[in-house]
């Protein structure tokens, strides 16, 4: 068979493909276990940073068992839709926390956000995964940012859209107002409008759970 003829130049094809796919997928293979552990590493990391828990080494165990003294994984089902909370296990004041998602200017974004008992003040925020322009919107990962979310009040009397503020408002110095990122204006708009529709789903959904009553302080209503 001639080298320049279209059978041999097809069947060369067909079998370089076949090459770097068995390569591909036996490196895949052989790194998956990796590649999970990884995965739970970050997942742990960014789990103990939002509730601020003391790690005492810096590998997949030590994270592992900060979250698993510290925190109570739970899922909550509600409207067809399954939300993973976490409720804070350890000394000083409770916390309930739960993972957000939303579509950003170009990716989802996801994170975990935590939140005082009665669900009025932010107590912290961190994220999971963004793939935001570098430099721009991907600053939303950057301690100065995440910082602002700190001690933040959530307006629930305000409508639904503008109970957390992301950016610019009537009023500067509103208690549930956050500064938006220099030239990422369409990233920080995405992320304020899924943050607020995510609380309002979580409000909703927690407060007609079992976990409130185990997570709040007796007497005292969620609404």
Not at 120 to 125: P, S
Not at 206 to 221: D, G, I, R, V, W
Request: with cysteine; proline share 4%.
């Amino acid at each position: 068979m001639k080298k320049t003829s279209p059978a041999y130049i097809i069947i060369f094809i067909i079998l370089i493909c076949l090459v770097f796919g068995i390569a591909v997928s036996a490196v895949h293979y052989l790194t998956l276990d990796q590649l999970q552990k990884n995965e739970t590493l970050h997942r742990n990391r960014i789990i103990c940073r939002a509730f601020d828990l003391p790690v005492s080494g810096s590998d997949v165990a030590s994270y592992q068992s900060s979250v698993d003294q510290f925190i109570r994984t739970d899922t909550l089902d509600y409207q067809n839709r399954k939300m993973e909370i976490f409720r804070y296990a350890g000394p000083g004041a409770a916390k309930v926390g739960f993972t957000f998602s939303g579509m950003g200017f170009w990716e989802r974004i996801s994170g975990i956000i935590v939140l005082s008992p009665d669900l009025n003040t932010v107590q912290n925020i961190r994220f999971l995964e963004q793939k935001e322009t570098p430099g721009l919107g991907a600053r939303i990962e950057e301690q100065w940012f995440t910082n602002q979310f700190k001690g933040l009040e959530i307006d629930w009397n305000a409508p639904v859209g503008e109970r957390v503020i992301v950016g610019g408002s009537v009023a500067p110095n509103a208690k549930n107002r956050v500064n938006a990122i220099t030239g990422a204006s369409q990233t920080s708009m995405a992320l304020g409008n899924f943050l607020n529709a995510e609380l309002e789903f979580f409000r909703k959904a927690f407060s007609n759970s079992p976990f409130q009553t185990a997570s709040l302080p007796q007497k005292k209503k969620l609404f």
